[in-house]
T-cell receptor, first 112, second 115 residues
Framework: DGGITQSPKYLFRKEGQNVTLSCEQN?????MYWYRQDPGQGLRLIYY???????QKGDIAEGYSVSREKKESFPLTVTSAQKNPTAFYLC???????????FGQGTRLTVV | AQSVTQLGSHVSVSEGALVLLRCNYS??????LFWYVQYPNQGLQLLLK??????LVKGINGFEAEFKKSETSFHLTKPSAHMSDAAEYFC?????????????FGQGTRLTINP
């Protein structure tokens, strides 16, 4: 079945550590996205990528980094510079502006 | 710039009653609008979308939404609520960014169904 796979589902990080969240899609979509979800704030765009080897900052990119070396993969690194990383992170992909975005099941990151 | 406002962070209805979740949007270009549903600790699932065809859009699980340009609204309705409809619902408008799609989300509305 086609879809988006995020791993791990739950992740715990000590303060000062970098962690990488995985996102893989087999939908052959060109565009991929990372959103952050906090209670009562909806979803906010962190980074997006339209094609391989190209990505752009979203609304809240500070403290995060991404790479897009393959069409299928768009990993997100939460660096130690992110002051409040505890959140639910969602990866998505889409064809274009008209078609819907497909979402993964999310990764819940907790700083301990 | 595109934006979305969902009126009511929490809505509670009785099983079998009408569900109405409100969404108003702002867009500088013809909007593409979406409703998504999210169950606890899961991703978002598309309920329905408006992409400039019919103004009344039917989605999954008996939901539908009507695009009203004059009111800049895209409210979500379901005639008869079911217990399984309890979830969080997000309205989103699609903003163009270099050919890709940025979804601008509302704050979400948590729907509770009372037995």
């Amino acid at each position: 079945d086609g879809g988006i796979t995020q791993s791990p589902k739950y992740l715990f990080r000590k303060e000062g550590q970098n962690v990488t969240l995985s996102c893989e899609q087999n939908l052959n979509h060109d565009a991929m996205y990372w959103y952050r979800q906090d209670p009562g704030q909806g979803l906010r765009l962190i980074y997006y990528s339209q094609i391989v080897n190209d990505f752009q900052k979203g609304d809240i990119a500070e403290g995060y980094s991404v790479s897009r070396e393959k069409k299928e993969s768009f990993p997100l690194t939460v660096t130690s510079a992110q002051k409040n990383p505890t959140a639910f992170y969602l990866c998505a992909s889409s064809w274009d502006r008209v078609t819907e975005a497909f979402f993964g099941q999310g990764t819940r990151l907790t700083v301990v | 710039a595109q934006s979305v406002t969902q009126l009511g962070s929490h809505v509670s209805v009785s099983e079998g009653a009408l569900v109405l979740l409100r969404c108003n949007y702002s867009s500088s270009v013809p909007p593409y609008l979406f409703w998504y549903v999210q169950y606890p600790n899961q991703g978002l699932q598309l309920l329905l979308k408006y992409t400039s065809a019919a103004t009344l859009v039917k989605g999954i699980n008996g939901f539908e939404a009507e695009f009203k340009k004059s009111e800049t609204s895209f409210h979500l309705t379901k005639p008869s609520a079911h217990m399984s409809d309890a979830a969080e619902y997000f309205c989103a408008v699609s903003a163009p960014i270099q050919g890709a799609q940025k979804l601008v989300f509302g704050q979400g509305t948590r729907l509770t169904i009372n037995p």
